[in-house]
């Protein structure tokens, strides 16, 4: 990843020493929503394209870009998330997003 | 003390408790986009009612804590479907256009990028480009972000009569804020408490990009949102180790840079207490009371 035009006025150890306590509840919430849902219906992740993104997510959170790759873990997420189609849609046919595209076809639960 | 002016709320939809804890923050000016109810309006009438609640209260109710109120017109992209509707709507906004706080037309955009937004997006594009107006657009969310802004970015770049630097495109996130500013715009980052950008990744973005022509703003309306938003980001911004005079540049001076295009535009001196009603009237009172119907009593 390149580094920034605006400098960090933090060093990594300062980052760590004041955001570590917050992004370790964070990941605590996600683990335990994942616990919540396998508690519940462990399918989901075949079956519900919603699940289905945020399982890949995960992957993408854990991959170190590699050395060359320009996109961060950040804009990884966001474009598995993201429609990548180009075509307009002849009609509306829903008001609101659901916040990821149902690559897989898998439609909701 | 800290200074801002909020280039993104809703503040139909909010307090006067909203208003007093903006202040109180140093909310010095507000730009109000039009937008959706959160219901679909029944009729062209009652645009026009919002457009009068736009340019005639909601300036008295801001000037009342000492800030100065603007705002944007238009049918917004979550209407834009009903194209019959938008033409209705889309003949009335000139008249509104000469009120003496309407900076541009706004926020409009698409939603789930249908064929009928697209053609109410254009209509209201070139709406703008008549009569030489600042544009403020609203992107998609969620999964229809990245399609929308590249969708709105070429259909935007198909005008040779349009400056980019007199369009703000808003609601940008990590993947679609490059395509935005390489191609000239204005961009900015909405601080929503749960489906939009948190302070931290907006801070993320300026440290990676820098901070031009990027503003950050609340967006806060009906829905989960907080009003003070902005002064969040700047005591985050102090969090992360940034400079005062840095944070003043991101969230005051960038905003009065594009919103400071328009003649209109002005921070002014705050009036003093007592006074605030009277003097939310702008430099030309008679041209406000003129055509638009935006005379105050
Ligand atoms: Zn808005």
């Given amino acids: ?109 | 003390m800290m200074r801002y002016v909020d280039l993104h709320a809703h503040m139909v939809s909010r307090t006067t408790d909203d208003y007093l804890q903006m202040a109180l923050t140093g909310c010095v000016a507000v730009t109000e986009p039009a937008f959706w109810a959160g219901w679909d309006r029944s009729s062209a009438d009652g645009f026009e009612d919002y457009f009068r609640h736009l340019t005639d209260f909601e300036p008295k109710r801001a000037a009342q804590y000492g800030i100065r109120h603007f705002a944007w017109l238009c049918l917004n992209p979550k209407e834009g479907e009903d194209r019959q509707l938008a033409r209705e709507v889309l003949s009335r906004i000139p008249r509104y256009l000469q009120s003496p706080t309407v900076l541009g037309i706004g926020e409009i955009g698409l939603n789930r990028v249908t064929r009928n937004e697209i053609a109410t997006f254009r209509d209201h594009v070139e709406l703008a480009l008549e009569h030489d107006q600042l544009i403020h657009i609203h992107t998609p969310h969620l999964e229809d972000k990245y399609k929308g802004t590249r969708t709105i970015v070429d259909i935007l770049t198909e005008y040779d009569r349009i400056e980019p630097s007199r369009v703000m495109i808003d609601h940008a996130e990590e993947h679609t804020l490059p395509i935005i500013l390489e191609n000239g715009f204005w961009t900015g980052l909405t601080l929503y408490p749960q489906t939009k950008v948190s302070p931290e990744r907006a801070i993320d973005m300026f440290e990676r990009y820098g901070t031009d022509r990027i503003c950050v703003a609340s967006a806060c309306d009906w829905g989960p949102s907080l009003p003070d938003a902005v002064p969040h980001f700047a005591l985050a911004m102090r969090r992360r180790g940034h400079a005062a005079a840095l944070i003043d540049s991101i969230i005051y001076g960038n905003p009065i840079a594009f919103l400071g295009q328009s003649p209109k535009f002005d921070v002014g001196a705050e009036p003093r207490s007592g006074e605030a009603a009277t003097t939310v009237s702008p430099r030309d009172h008679t041209a406000a009371t003129s055509s638009a119907g935006v005379a105050a009593a």
């Fill in chain 1, 1 to 109: 990843m390149q580094p920034g035009v605006i400098p960090s006025p933090k060093t990594g150890r300062e980052l760590v020493d004041e955001y570590f306590i917050e992004n370790r509840t964070r990941l605590l919430e996600i683990a335990a929503f994942l616990d919540r849902l396998d508690r519940t219906d462990a399918s989901l992740v075949d079956r519900d394209f919603r699940v289905r993104a945020f399982r890949d997510a995960l992957r993408l959170l854990d991959a170190r870009p590699a050395a060359g790759e320009a996109q961060t873990r950040v804009e990884r997420i966001q474009h598995l998330l993201s429609d990548p189609t180009t075509e307009p849609l002849e009609k509306l046919d829903t008001k609101s997003a659901r916040g990821a595209y149902d690559r897989w076809q898998l439609g909701v639960a």
